[in-house]
């Protein structure tokens, strides 16, 4: 399934100054019972947001109405635990395009490259930058350009690279998953098998 083309997103962001987030806390296992990816998004971060009576807990981030945006910014070693994919799933379907952190777990962050979800590993002091900032004024801008593989504190201009293997980048890109670039490619491989013969 093809998804939207990225290529730069400015937005505001949603600080999440927590290590050692885990994929149970991202989507807690209970809810990993549907097979498509739609519909996650309600159960991100469950029992941190919601109370055992269902209710929304106030002094968590993401039930504070001063704090938006298409961006994530995570603290260090975001999705460790499991390899669930559901938690990209939750993630993306909340409405993040990006998950800024100084360091993700392996299997998360190809998870989320898989699934249109882009993971922008910065430095421990850029980070702590950007959480200053959104701190200062939640209305603070970031800037994510995948093509130059930069991410912008727009207020000041601080910028720094991040990097991203070439084929997980051509593909969020073009909005392409896996089978999706095959099929861009047919040309090529069916050139390829020809020359075979």
């Not at 050692?20 to 807690?28: A, C, E, K, R």
């Not at 981030?61 to 390899?83: M, P, R, T, W």
């Not at 970031?142 to 084929?167: A, M, T």
């Amino acid at each position: 399934m093809s998804k939207d083309k990225f290529v730069t997103i400015e937005s505001s962001a949603v600080p999440l100054p927590i290590e050692n987030v885990d994929t149970d806390q991202i989507i807690p296992a209970r809810f990993l019972k549907a097979t498509t990816r739609e519909g996650f998004g309600e159960n991100l971060f469950r029992d941190w947001r919601f109370d055992k009576k269902d209710q929304p807990k106030p002094d968590f981030i993401l039930n504070n109405d001063i704090y938006s945006g298409e961006i994530l910014v995570a603290a260090k070693n975001f999705g460790s635990g499991s390899s669930r994919e559901h938690a990209a799933w939750a993630i993306h379907d909340y409405g993040f395009k990006v998950v800024v952190s100084s360091f993700f777990a392996d299997i998360f962050k190809n998870n989320a490259l898989n699934n249109g979800l882009l993971p922008v590993q910065i430095s421990e002091i850029f980070l702590s930058k950007i959480f200053d900032a959104v701190e200062k004024d939640p209305s603070t801008q970031l800037k994510v350009d995948l093509e130059n593989q930069e991410i912008i504190l727009l207020s000041n201009g601080e910028k720094e690279s991040f990097e991203i293997n070439s084929y997980k980048k051509e593909c969020l890109m073009n909005g392409y998953d896996d089978i999706d670039y095959l099929l861009n490619i047919k040309d090529k491989i069916e050139q390829f098998e020809q020359n075979r013969v």
